[in-house]
Nanobody
Framework: QEELVESGGGSVQAGGSLRLSCTHS????????MSWYRQVPRKEREFVSA???????TYADSVKGRFTISLDNAKNTVYLQMNSLKPEDTAMYYC?????????????WGQGTQVTVSS
């Protein structure tokens, strides 16, 4: 059983928008935060954005002003609204979460959803 399930990836032209969704299973807890990372081949996975259950949000500098993260705790879901997409946003996007702030990095990961932005 998958613990985190992403959806919403796809192909768009530069300047377009996509909204990613990620729902976590009831069998796990993501009560500390939920986040998004992305990775392109032969590069390290990089942080994109995170939303803490208390409401704090953080963003990578490269996406500030263009991406918005939001939580729907009733649906166990995190969203990533991506606007003004650029070709350099092309990557596999992964949802992740932590059940405790004692972890320095997420302890649950999704399988990923591909985002492709053409110029």
């Amino acid at each position: 059983q998958e613990e985190l399930v992403e959806s919403g990836g796809g192909s768009v032209q530069a300047g377009g928008s996509l909204r990613l969704s990620c729902t976590h299973s009831r069998h796990i807890s993501c009560e500390y935060d939920m986040s998004w990372y992305r990775q392109v081949p032969r590069k390290e996975r990089e942080f994109v954005s995170a939303a803490r259950a208390r409401g704090t949000t953080t963003y990578a500098d490269s996406v500030k002003g263009r991406f918005t993260i939001s939580l729907d705790n009733a649906k166990n879901t995190v969203y990533l609204q991506m606007n003004s997409l650029k070709p350099e946003d092309t990557a596999m996007y992964y949802c992740a979460c932590r059940d405790s702030g004692l972890f320095s990095s997420p302890n649950y990961w999704g399988q990923g959803t591909q985002v492709t932005v053409s110029s």
